[in-house]
């Protein structure tokens, strides 16, 4: 039989239902589907191909989905202070920096972190709800291939009592209703959600808005919850009960929504989860970096109990690396609750691809090397010593490796990463480009450079 491209001879992680791992294996490639996944010696002579590249000395994985990315933030990376309190740091530094790009800045800047993302192993992402430019970023990323879906900067609280918060709350949903339509959900690889910033942010009317239009278009409403005290604190203030018992009073739990963080919430908060099929994403990076508590106070192992659908994310600016999001998930609550039995390398790994499959809505199209599903392919490359020797590929992939040795990416059957390089953008000029942007922006900002040592 005649295919597009053949991948012969590698190891293969398959993530398929029996969970197989092949030694010597052969991935069948046709258009943007993958038709077959077996050893080498039983599909080896029953395929030829247009394209046939040799898999011998390599890794093959499903493209890793990186449940929460902010993906215009990447300019400002290693310049936020680590020490300060997390509000301050947040009100005084990232939002006043990350609303001091222009239109070409955040373009750059979500150029880089899809760059980062494709350059590691992450073929997916659900983008926080956070880029402001959302036209000029969606066309600036669309042509290096990555597969996500991604949310404009959306609020509509009205802070002060004299604002008009019926307009605020109209203005919000209809943009929502207009990005959606402007990019939707019609197979190409980026599309837009209505992800909302969330917290204290948003009315009720606009999470229900958001929750309709997603459950009508087959879409999905990423939003931040509870990372420290701040949330449960604002809704027992202002509605008398936990968000998530007010999220799910108003209708807004479901399978659609990804709450995202969600360190901080309680036992009855975490049977609404449950029950609703209301997705979970951790990103441990941001959890321990801003001290939010995660393994003195976070469920995440009783949510797994619960069958909570678990989702890994980087979050911000400072890494996109999955593999490295693994490892941190690994190995959070074997040290936090004196538990080596939690969180396994291979249940991370179900994180980072099955379990961000179905939190997208594309539970049967991604996240498996199965035949039917998307031809979402990663190469790591072991010939590399924290590869070698090879024993056992999952325990290595988490524990041993980082996204740097991702040799090559294809999403939709489309090389993407080939020998270290994205295939579609002139990295190079990029890193040159970012350089002079983050220096602008810094310097425009009026923030104090900040850390132990000054630079000479
Ligand atoms: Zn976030």
Request: overall charge negative; proline content about 4%; hydrophobic content about 45%.
């Amino acid at each position: 039989m005649q295919v597009d491209t053949l991948i012969t001879g590698a190891a293969v992680i398959t993530m398929d239902e029996d969970r197989r791992i092949l030694r010597d294996g052969v991935i069948a490639v046709q258009g943007d589907r993958i038709v077959a996944v077996g050893p080498s010696e039983e599909l080896a002579r029953r395929y030829t191909a247009d394209t046939t590249v040799s898999g011998e000395g390599f890794l093959a994985t499903p493209g890793l989905v990186n449940g929460h990315a902010h993906i215009t933030e990447t300019l400002i990376r290693g310049f936020l202070p680590e020490d300060l309190p997390f509000d301050e740091e947040l009100m005084e530094w990232v939002i006043p920096l990350y609303k001091g790009h222009d239109e070409a800045e955040q373009s750059l800047s979500a150029q880089l972190a899809v760059v980062a993302m494709l350059r590691t192993g992450t073929t997916t992402f659900i983008e926080a709800g956070t880029v402001i430019a959302l036209d000029a970023v969606m066309e600036a990323i669309a042509p290096i291939g990555i597969r996500g879906r991604v949310g404009r900067w959306c609020e509509d609280r009205a802070w002060d009592r004299a604002a008009d918060q019926t307009g605020m709350t109209e203005t919000a949903c209809a943009a929502l209703d207009a990005d959606c339509a402007r990019w939707p959900d019609d197979g190409r690889r980026l599309s837009v959600w209505p992800n909302l910033i969330g917290h204290s942010t948003g009315t009720d009317a606009l999470w229900q808005h958001a929750s309709a239009l997603a459950q009508r278009e087959g879409l999905g409403v990423s939003a931040h919850m509870s990372p420290v005290l701040d949330d449960p604190a604002w809704y027992l203030e202002h509605e008398g009960k936990r968000p998530i018992v007010h999220l799910s009073e108003i209708g807004v739990l479901g399978p659609w929504l990804n709450l995202v963080h969600m360190v901080q919430i309680d036992e009855a908060e975490l049977a609404l989860v449950a029950a609703s099929g209301t997705n979970v994403t951790h990103c441990p990076g941001a959890a321990i970096k801003c001290g939010f508590g995660t393994t003195r106070d976070g469920l995440f192992p009783e949510m797994d109990a619960a069958g909570v659908n678990l989702v890994l994310g980087t979050d911000g600016a400072d890494s996109h690396d999955m593999v490295r999001a693994m490892a941190l998930m690994a190995g959070l609550f074997k040290d936090g609750r004196k538990d080596r039995g939690l969180f396994p390398a291979a249940k991370v790994l179900e994180m980072a691809t099955i379990n961000g499959a179905r939190a997208l809505g594309l539970g049967e199209t991604i996240g498996r090397l199965a035949p039917g599903y998307k031809a979402d392919i990663v190469l790591h490359a072991l010939d590399r010593p924290e590869w070698r020797p090879l024993n056992n590929p999952v325990n290595q992939l988490v524990w041993s490796a980082s996204g740097a040795s991702v040799h090559s990416v294809w999403v939709d059957g489309e090389r993407v990463v080939e020998a270290y390089r994205c295939t579609k953008i002139d990295e190079g000029a990029l890193y040159a480009r970012a350089q002079v942007a983050a220096q602008q922006i810094l310097s425009r900002s009026g923030l104090p450079a900040h850390g132990a040592w000054s630079a000479a």
